[in-house]
């Protein structure tokens, strides 16, 4: 993937998880403050609502239904949280010019001064104003015409309050917490969103190498059977005259690369299904060792021809339960590859068995071996370690491939190391 468009992507990604975290983390900071707002004045709420009840129960609101004979005189319960305003028919706070608290009478003029009523305050719930550096929980309320005196007057509207000035400093206290943790929260929030989103590129950027890769490959691997085929045939078209015999070498050279390109697009089509989930694995029961007779038989035949040997060793006394055209398709692609890169003299010992409730399944040969740095990249598709380009063995690079799918589609591991003295060790792991 060009460095542009990744970094495009990235960005993209990054700002996607910035704006998704902020909203996620905006509407949980304000359902934690608006809750814990509404219960820190709820205590307030419910004085205020109690006293409103108890002026309706004696008739002296003017919502109330209950008549009042005579104005009844109204004093500030201390026994309660609340405080009633009183205000005359001007809006104008009425005080109580008798009494003997210095500090308390200062404060009620110096209210008398800046309040005047208003009737926004007449709302079903109760409301936070300022006062003097002073924070109240306030509801207004109109009495009934002449129900109610305050102070020697009669009074025509009144507040019930609450000071609630203590709980609106917790409540800014509890603002700088919720803000410096949230600007906490948004940088560690760029960083983990950063983080994520380069993340998040790998597997992508994988994707793209690995299908630049394949198709780099597979037009190479089909480029060069095609170029074979080609060059025999123009060449057999400048010599009309030849007969098939003379043809021959061309003609079965040609055969091997038109076999060469079949088995090529066979095994890119199954990784291609394996891919997109298009292939399933079908297990049933099954007799372990008729089943993997049935398959090296063949094989021994061939290898005597080329003066190799093929064992089968299977301590296995239970079915087991396998997609047995998959594990077939497993077991040739091993063989085909331990006979390819083995010398005459050479040994493959298939061996079957179960080890801690698994079925384990090993090839061993006596062969040439596979270096270091190859058996990191030989399940890799179109991986070769032979970089000549030399077509002896007739190989494409996809076989592993392929065996490492059919393992994995069975929920089990393969392996490669090293054989003592000499060759490879190919071993299957599959769960029971």
Do not use: C
């Amino acid at each position: 993937m060009p460095n542009a468009i990744n970094k495009k992507q990235q960005v993209r990604g990054f700002i996607w998880l910035l704006a998704s975290f902020f909203v996620i983390f905006s509407i949980l900071a304000s359902v934690i403050f608006v809750s814990y707002t509404r219960t820190v004045f709820n205590s307030a709420d419910s004085a205020i609502n109690q006293t409103l009840s108890m002026y309706d129960s004696n008739g002296l609101l003017s919502t109330s239904d209950k008549d009042v004979k005579k104005p009844q005189p109204l004093y500030n319960n201390t026994s309660t949280r609340t405080e009633t305003w009183l205000f005359d028919k001007n809006g104008k706070l009425i005080i109580d010019s008798n009494t003997e608290d210095t500090r308390q009478a200062a404060l009620q003029k110096a209210l008398q001064q800046a309040i005047k009523f208003d009737k926004a305050t007449m709302t079903v719930k109760p409301n936070t104003y300022k006062f003097y550096g002073n924070y109240y929980r306030i509801i207004g309320f109109q009495f009934k015409k002449n129900a109610a005196k305050g102070y020697n007057q009669i009074a025509v509207h009144g507040m019930v309050t609450v000071n609630v000035t203590d709980t609106m400093d917790n409540l800014n206290n509890f603002k700088k917490v919720l803000f410096w943790s949230f600007g906490l929260f948004g940088i560690l929030l760029v960083i983990v969103s950063y983080l994520i989103a380069r993340r998040n590129m790998k597997p992508i950027l994988k994707s793209w190498q690995q299908q630049q890769d394949f198709v780099n490959n597979a037009a190479h691997e089909l480029r060069t059977p095609m170029a074979v085929i080609q060059g025999k045939l123009e060449t057999m078209l400048t010599k009309p005259e030849s007969t098939v015999r003379d043809q021959s070498n061309a003609i079965i050279l040609s055969l091997s690369e038109v076999r060469r390109l079949n088995s090529l697009t066979n095994n890119m089509l199954t990784l291609a299904k394996t891919g997109s989930n298009m292939t399933t694995i079908e297990k049933e029961s099954t007799d372990v060792k008729q089943f993997l007779e049935n398959i090296i038989t063949p094989y021994q035949e061939m290898a005597e021809f080329e003066e190799k040997a093929v064992t089968l060793e299977v301590d296995v006394n239970q079915a087991i339960f396998i997609d047995q055209k998959r594990i077939h398709q497993l077991l040739v692609l091993l063989l085909d590859n331990a006979l390819k890169y083995s010398d005459a003299g050479a040994t493959i010992a298939v061996k079957a068995g179960i080890e801690k409730k698994k079925f384990v399944l090993t090839i061993a040969d006596s062969g040439r071996g596979i270096s270091d740095e190859a058996k990191k990249h030989v399940f890799d598709r179109f991986y070769r370690e032979d970089k000549t380009g030399n077509r002896q063995t007739g190989g494409t690079g996809l076989g592993l491939s392929i065996a490492e799918w059919v393992v994995h589609a069975h929920g089990g591991k393969i392996t490669v190391a090293d054989n003592q003295p000499q060759g490879t060790v190919f071993k299957v792991i599959l769960p029971l």
